[in-house]
């Protein structure tokens, strides 16, 4: 599909300022009103409401249409290639062989919880699939990441992420005090259950920094921000594993069976060439303290903020899109039980990682 830079950049540029003033009230959030580092309110979800608002209240130009359709498509993509930059195979090590058994059986008991859930209410397929990926993996990252595989519609993308961010800021705020008494403030198990309960990356983030400066425990917040980082890796392999098992259940009138390139979003190699990238660039840094053997820590690192800068941007416009193309009417048509599905496979996640890490507690 060919585009016009003419006819395109209005769309980019609407969606563009939607997610500036997003990026910039998730920061004012964060900062200003409740004086942490790093905002526990994702940009990505204040730009979808922002859009939605906009989108609903005023009719949208025609000259703005192909600009917001080059947003949702390429842009997106470009946004979760980029994404993979923040991973790296040392992330992997410092959690070390006690959080990764515990991160993939949360991963696999909340997709098939919510799978079961999904067909028990007669939720539709797409937005079990969505929401699955959501709870199990990264929040909103991994929703807007697998929606374009199963062809997912804006509603049922921006239900998804609604879904997922308010049972994801309710723990954000509940579980610091509740793991805190549950394990008895040990730090360890405390970043371990943070990192592997809540959904979204700033979420965990958010609930990491509450319960530094609530109990004065930085390493807590360490341990579970790269808890959360190695949970995102796994991307990489749900992903096109809940792709395949969508579109091999939902064969068209013809009773075709989806192609390979259906069954897997391309774009991911993207997002694993980028998390390779980082890897090797890390470990020149350990080990001779150059990446590539061409840059020094600062410009190593100062090249990663720019390009988790462009990952957290890209995915901003896209959902700003996402808002603009939201119709409100046609959102309510999708009803209230898969909120259903959201608050139990919340609540089932937190419940296996207690019960994990309380089994590993006696092997450690």
């Not at 390429?74 to 930059?85: A, D, E, K, M, Q």
């Amino acid at each position: 599909m060919q585009f016009s830079i003419y006819k395109i950049f209005p769309g980019i540029l609407f969606s563009f300022i939607i997610a500036y003033t997003g990026i910039f009230l998730s920061h004012f959030i964060g900062s200003e009103l409740l004086n942490l580092n790093k905002s526990p309110i994702s940009p990505i979800m204040l730009s979808i409401i922002i859009g939605i608002i906009i989108g609903n209240i005023i009719k949208i130009p025609l000259i703005f249409s192909e600009g917001i359709n080059f947003s949702l498509k390429f842009i997106l993509r470009l946004g979760i290639i980029c994404l993979g930059i923040r991973l790296g195979l040392l992330d992997i090590l410092k959690v070390g062989l006690i959080g990764i058994p515990l991160i993939i059986t949360c991963i696999i008991i909340s997709i098939l919880f919510v799978n079961y859930f999904c067909k028990l209410l007669n939720i539709p397929s797409k937005i079990g699939s969505l929401i699955a990926v959501g709870t199990s993996i990264c929040g909103a990252s991994a929703i807007v990441a697998t929606s374009p595989a199963i062809n997912a519609n804006k509603e049922e993308v921006t239900y998804a992420i609604a879904n997922i961010t308010i049972f994801g800021i309710i723990a954000m705020f509940i579980y610091p005090f509740l793991a805190h008494y549950l394990f008895s403030g040990n730090e360890l198990s405390i970043g371990l259950f943070l990192g592997t309960s809540i959904h979204e990356t700033a979420q965990v983030a958010g609930a990491g920094l509450i319960y530094s400066e609530q109990y004065n425990s930085q390493i807590t917040m360490d341990i579970a921000t790269v808890t959360k980082l190695v949970r995102n890796i796994s991307m990489i392999v749900v992903i096109p594993l809940i792709s395949f098992l969508y579109l091999k259940n939902n064969i068209d009138n013809r009773n075709t069976k989806p192609s390979i390139l259906s069954m897997f979003p391309i774009f991911i190699i993207g997002f694993v060439f980028m998390g390779l990238i980082r890897s090797i660039g890390d470990y020149g840094i350990q080990s001779s303290d150059e990446a590539f053997g061409i840059f020094l820590i600062y410009q190593w690192e100062l090249g990663i903020h720019y390009i988790k800068s462009i990952a957290e941007y890209s995915l901003a416009i896209a959902m700003a899109a996402v808002g603009l193309s939201t119709n409100l009417i046609s959102l309510r048509s999708l009803g209230i039980r898969p909120f259903y599905v959201g608050f139990t496979a919340a609540l089932s996640v937190g419940f296996v990682s207690y019960i994990g890490i309380i089994f590993l507690n006696y092997f450690i």
